[in-house]
């Protein structure tokens, strides 16, 4: 009897921590709100059409890392020389030196060999073949042996020749504006704004998989964007971001550690150990997104991709400054909320069904635990749609907030337990 | 142990958050039905509008059309008129603006500029700046601009100096460029913009005496906005913003001395710097010396291609690149040497300015 009681306690007290964790998430969507609509107040100005010809603009340097010449890396290279910008260059880190690759590359961009010194203050294993364009497009093409991730990057580094080195996620998409409207916060404080990261949930996609990957982003964009943004430097970039950073804050950091995710979060712990008010920017805008997602196979995907990515990070957290606490709290949220929660709700589901069918967890305990899980969960999911459209100022489509809105029932009652599974995975997995 | 009581406490706070939930989707919901339909509206009127508003600005007279959008939607009428702001000038936009007082759009503006609401304030004022370079405007604005011009919303202040470039006498002008000085670096870019009609006037006076300030800062935001307008411009006295203590002045001062006529013994200092211990100002004194294809610091940089910096090396290279002949010898000479960096640098440089030849 006294441990069937003490069963039912322990589940009692698991899912109250639960409604506790609904409780901090509904408090962190709401803080999201709060900075997305100060951000929309700051400034009704559009400044684009005098940035793009102002000398004064620092030029940026582009830096793609390209694995393989398939037409979609093309065409994603062809997007950010077609930037709109005064002066910007885009640099292509090609990590396989296979000749039908480069060859692809070449006749693709018109590549000639060039001498341009590719040596610079950051540590990187050496270039073996320089490319310019010979078409009126300010590109350099680096050619290396298959190394480190953040080899890779680094060598982007040291060959570019710009103040702000530009990052965006190959996945997404992103607007010809882009980069007028990243700098904007930079030109704005250049001595203390070290980085911008800017992105907006993607356009609405068609079917039940399109809803859930919408009511993901919205939930992403206001927590982990928007809310994150509004405490001390705790903003890290999400999928689909494009991020600007300055080249004297990477070689300062000593480059990168691995991807841009893993940057940006050694060097909020940089600017947070710092004792100044250094601070990394988020601009809210439609310049880059992951692209709408047409079936389950690719919100899995994403799903995976992000978790994995968060987690690598979570991993070489103790080579940053300031370590797991680079975020400040945000790191260790995301570690409960993206693995913890999801572990111990999946685990719980059985024993508390289990018990029940036993006679050892009453019927009060199991609904409980339906509450503070999927019911917590459906509220969670509510909130984000509703404060993202209280956000929009113009409001948006009502048949796509209906279609959202009432989508947080199923999204809640079944496709969150698939969700836990995939985020408990991809965790576990390297 | 939970009671039901308990988890009746529970479910009734979910449930009364759900009902607070769903009250503020139902909100959510009419009003994005409400500015779907608004939209659904001006993306019919604002061709016709913006038609009519061609016709109007081509010599037709017919006020009835325009009075009849007015009476449909003051707002887009306000909208479309605005979207001429960079397109028209002169007589044309002083007609636009004529239209804003015929129709008391400017009266709409003006109440809009006391609203508590910052981004409906912005924009009245962004309106204002517009209509008040038509001079009636202005004296139906009244004192509205004049007062911006100390508000403390940076961006109420930027449309009411924007309202000031367009109508202000030059001493105005002037204050504004010493008011521009102060400002963030993205706010005087907007207004190096703005200002850059007023180049030469304000050379002779308010630039000079900003260049003369004792605050460096102010020194380096004039130099900044001077360099930004790219245009040949009298300063007298750049040398000794060349040799300042302040090494960010020096660095732009270098820059404006592409855009300044210079004495000879000036270039030569430029080429002293070249070989400086501050590889930034060196790299920016070979670039000045490239533009300004002075033969004299030949020596200067070929050694500068020596000093195994890269950049500098590179920089060097093409300046010597832009002068033929000598230049060009010399960077054949440094190929073929022993340094591998000068080498490198020198045959990239010759082989982009023989294929620019070659084009």
Redesign the interface.
């Known amino acids: 009897m006294g441990d069937v009681?003490n069963l039912?306690?322990a589940i009692?007290i698991v899912?109250l921590i639960f409604?506790a964790c609904g409780g901090a998430a509904?408090w962190i969507l709401w803080k999201g709100c709060r900075v997305l609509r100060q951000i929309a107040?700051a400034?009704?100005?559009d400044?684009t059409?005098?940035?793009l010809?102002?000398?004064?603009?620092p030029p940026v340097s582009v830096i793609v890392v390209a694995r393989d010449s398939s037409t979609r890396t093309l065409a994603f290279v062809r997007g950010l020389l077609d930037l709109a910008f005064g002066h910007h260059e885009v640099i292509v880190v090609l990590g396989d030196p296979n000749r039908a690759n480069l060859d692809v590359w070449t006749h693709e961009f018109s590549l000639t060999p060039?001498?341009?010194?590719t040596?610079?203050e950051l540590r990187a294993s050496p270039v073996e073949e320089a490319y310019e364009s010979t078409l009126p497009l300010s590109m350099l093409v680096l050619v290396k042996n298959p190394g480190s991730e953040a080899d890779a990057w680094n060598t982007g580094v040291n060959a570019a020749?710009c103040p702000i080195i530009a990052m965006f996620d190959p996945e997404s998409e992103f607007s010809q504006e882009s980069l007028l409207r990243l700098i904007?916060p930079m030109?704005?404080?250049?001595d203390l704004v070290f980085a911008v990261c800017g992105m907006a949930p993607p356009p609405p996609a068609e079917g039940i998989s399109g809803s859930y990957a919408d009511i993901e982003a919205a939930r992403m964009w206001l927590g982990r964007c928007a809310a994150f943004a509004g405490g001390q430097n705790m903003l890290a970039p999400v999928p689909g971001s494009a991020i600007l950073v300055r080249r004297d804050a990477i070689v300062a950091a000593g480059g990168f550690l691995a991807g841009p995710l893993e940057l940006f979060v050694n060097l909020q712990g940089r600017a947070r150990n710092s004792g100044k008010p250094y601070r990394a920017e988020f601009v809210p805008e439609p310049i880059s997104h992951l692209p709408a997602t047409r079936s389950f196979g690719e919100l899995r995907e994403r799903v995976i991709r992000d978790q994995r990515a968060m987690f690598g990070t979570l991993r070489r957290a103790k080579d940053f400054t300031g370590g797991r606490f680079a975020l400040g709290w945000g790191l260790p949220a995301i570690s409960l909320y993206r693995f913890w929660r999801p572990l111990v709700e999946t685990l719980l589901y059985p024993v508390t069904i289990i018990g029940m069918i036993f006679g050892w967890v009453?019927l009060?305990?199991g609904?409980?635990v339906l509450?503070?899980t999927a019911?917590?969960g459906?509220?969670v999911s509510?909130?984000s749609?509703?404060l993202r459209?209280?956000i929009d100022?113009?409001?948006?489509?009502?048949s796509r907030?209906?279609r959202l809105?009432w989508a947080t029932f199923p999204e809640n009652l079944g496709y969150r337990q698939l969700r836990n599974l995939w985020l408990i995975a991809a965790a576990l997995g390297r | 142990m939970i009671t039901h009581l308990e988890l009746t406490g529970v479910a009734a706070l979910l449930g009364g958050y759900f009902v607070w939930n769903l009250g503020m989707y139902l909100v959510a919901l009419l009003r994005a039905m409400k500015w779907r339909e608004r939209a659904r509206l001006s993306a019919q009127l604002q061709p016709r509008i913006r038609q009519e508003l061609v016709s109007f600005l081509a010599g037709s007279e017919n006020h009835e059309a325009i009075r009849e959008f007015i009476r449909k939607s003051r707002l887009d009428v306000a909208d479309a008129l605005l979207s001429f702001q960079a397109t028209v000038a002169g007589s044309a936009r002083d007609r636009l603006c004529a239209l804003t007082i015929e129709h008391e759009l400017i009266h709409d503006w003006c109440t809009e500029t006391r609203s508590k609401d910052p981004i409906i304030r912005r924009t009245a004022f962004a309106r204002l700046a517009f209509a008040c370079s038509y001079e009636p405007c202005r004296r139906v604005a009244g004192e509205l601009l004049r007062q911006a011009l100390n508000d403390p919303d940076t961006e109420v202040r930027f449309y009411a100096w924007r309202a000031l470039v367009q109508s202000g006498t030059i001493e105005e002008i002037e204050k504004l460029f010493e008011a521009s000085l102060s400002q963030s670096l993205l706010i005087r870019i907007l207004l190096t913009e703005e200002l850059r009609r007023f180049a030469i006037s304000l050379c002779e006076r308010a630039a000079i005496w900003a260049l003369q300030s004792p605050e460096s800062k102010r020194v380096l935001a004039a130099l900044e906005i001077l360099v930004a307008w790219e245009r040949a411009v009298p300063i007298p006295d750049l040398g000794q913003l060349l040799s300042h203590g302040d090494r960010r002045i020096r660095i732009q001062a270098l820059r404006l001395a592409r855009l300044v006529p210079l004495e000879r013994h000036d270039l030569r200092g430029i080429g002293r710097m070249v070989v400086s211990d501050d590889p930034e100002a060196s790299v920016e004194a070979a670039r000045t010396l490239g533009a300004v294809r002075f033969e004299g610091a030949l020596p200067e940089l070929a050694h500068a291609m020596r000093s195994g910096n890269a950049l500098l090396a590179r920089t060097a290279a093409e300046a010597m690149a832009e002068i033929p002949g000598k230049g060009w010898a010399t960077l054949e000479e440094l190929s073929a040497g022993g340094d591998l960096m000068a080498a490198s640098a020198a045959a990239e440089a010759l082989h982009r300015v023989r294929r620019k030849a070659e084009v």
């Open positions: 009681l039912t306690t009692d899912a409604l509904i107040r400034s009704v100005r400044d059409a005098i940035l010809k102002s000398p004064r603009v060039s001498h341009r010194s040596q610079g020749s904007g030109l704005d404080d250049p009453r009060e305990t609904l409980l509450l503070t019911g917590v459906i509220l509510m909130t749609i509703v459209e209280l100022y113009r409001g948006s489509d009502p907030l209906s809105f």
